[in-house]
């Protein structure tokens, strides 16, 4: 296994065991983490070039939903026909890691905190617009009323993936010489 598919597959594993560890409620409580998927996708296209990993991230996330809802007792009230909108709102977050993967220096602070603020941000507005075009649940709303109803999320979802993505700035900046930030070209 060459130098670059060993280390895209260990910081995979280690991007997959955060939305494994955190997908079970959004914004965590006593006993469960908040969500880190949102980041874990924007890292992913951050270090990861190939899409096979966006693909496995989706359905890890996904199956962990379904184990959530059918094993764990959670609410499936998004589950909808909305709810698939994730895969192009997970594929933005992702796309937007790619996007800045390919800067000079993508962990340089401004850009890394300044891109990661709007794919979360994106991704909010995204899985929203889906959730509310395809969902039976809102249909007695106005676009006004839901948008007034979902804006206190906002700080949240997006406040949690910053978290997530500062601690991650944090171990590329203290850990140089594990060579994080560096990223292959090859797809």
Known sequence: MSTFNNKSFWQGAVLIGLILLTRMNHFGDNVYLPDATLAALFLGGLLITRTS??????VVAFGMDFYAMGWKGVSDYCMSLGYWGLIPTYAAVWGAGRWLAKREQPFAALPYATVGWA????AFV???AFWYSFSDKVDTLTVVEFTQRIAKYYTPYVGFALMYLAAAWLVV???PKLNLG????SA
């Not at 990993?53 to 989706?58: E, Q, R, T, V």
Request: hydrophobic content about 65%; cysteine-free; proline content about 0%.
């Open 182 to 185: 560096t990223n292959a070209t």
């Open 119 to 122: 794919a979360a941000s994106v």
């Open 173 to 175: 900046k203290a850990l």
């Open 126 to 128: 995204l899985s929203n």
């Open 53 to 58: 990993w966006l693909a496995l991230a989706i």
